[in-house]
């Protein structure tokens, strides 16, 4: 169990470019989640995959932003068009779901993203 | 909807003194609830977590939380404070619904540890 990875660990764009950030949840995890963290506030919610399908988006995932498991391991998250309020930590986690009870999300050390 | 509301963005202690970190839940069935420890520049670390029974929970490194429903309280504490505590911590609030358990995080109050 080598833990959650995040590639890469900082990025700096310049606004209107596009990014693109990986992660590689705990092997055997079949669910996988996207947060945002901003400065001075606690981890939001973008979107969570079961396996491959993307199962739930917030409204704050708007349409420049695209996730995709594609074979139900790894996930990427693309920011199309980059903003300064694109500015950000993004968390990935992972977590085993048994069918029943509260699975615990494992996190990664996130992506910090610096848009100019 | 659940929420979770931290008070006290930042708190102070000496080393070796009690820590003590409050939140206050709003959920409206019986929610879980978790502590989350995030050191500077990495992901967040589950310290522990409220899932049923057990009222009083023992975490890692020395912390536990107490679910008073009453209170609407989990508040996080440990007896002695150490240099290594210093850190951001965050509350988490989940519902017990099937499928998808949405975390929701509190603003996080930052530790700082006097030596």
């Known amino acids: 169990d080598t833990g959650v990875s995040q590639n890469p660990r900082h990025k700096i764009t310049k606004r209107g470019q596009n990014v693109t950030f990986r992660c590689d949840p705990i092997s055997e995890h079949n669910r996988l989640y996207w947060y945002r963290q901003t400065l001075g506030q606690g981890p939001e919610f973008l979107t969570y995959?079961?396996?491959?399908?993307?199962?739930?988006k917030s409204r704050l995932l708007s349409d420049r932003f695209s996730a995709e498991r594609p074979k139900g391991s790894f996930s990427t998250l693309e920011i199309q068009r980059t903003e300064q309020g694109d500015s950000a930590m993004y968390l990935c986690?992972?977590?085993?779901?048994?069918?029943?009870?509260?699975?615990?999300?494992?996190f990664g050390p996130g992506t910090r993203l610096l848009v100019l | 909807a659940q929420s979770v509301t931290q008070l006290g963005s930042h708190v102070s202690v000496s080393e070796g003194a009690l820590v003590l970190l409050r939140c206050n839940y709003s959920s409206s069935v019986p929610p879980y609830l978790f502590w989350y420890v995030q050191y500077p520049n990495q992901g967040l670390q589950l310290l522990l977590k409220?899932?049923?029974?057990?009222?009083l929970v023992k975490g890692i490194n020395g912390f536990e939380a107490e679910f008073k429903k009453s209170e609407t309280s989990f508040h996080l504490t440990k007896p002695s404070a150490h240099m290594s505590d210093a850190a951001e911590y965050f509350c988490a609030v989940s519902d017990r619904g099937g499928g998808y358990q949405k975390v929701t995080f509190g603003t996080g109050t930052k530790l700082q540890v006097i030596p």
């Open positions: 986690a992972s977590s085993w779901d048994r069918g029943r009870g509260y699975q615990t999300q494992y």
């Open positions: 409220y899932t049923s029974a057990a009222t």
């Open positions: 995959f079961q396996n491959e399908a993307q199962l739930e």
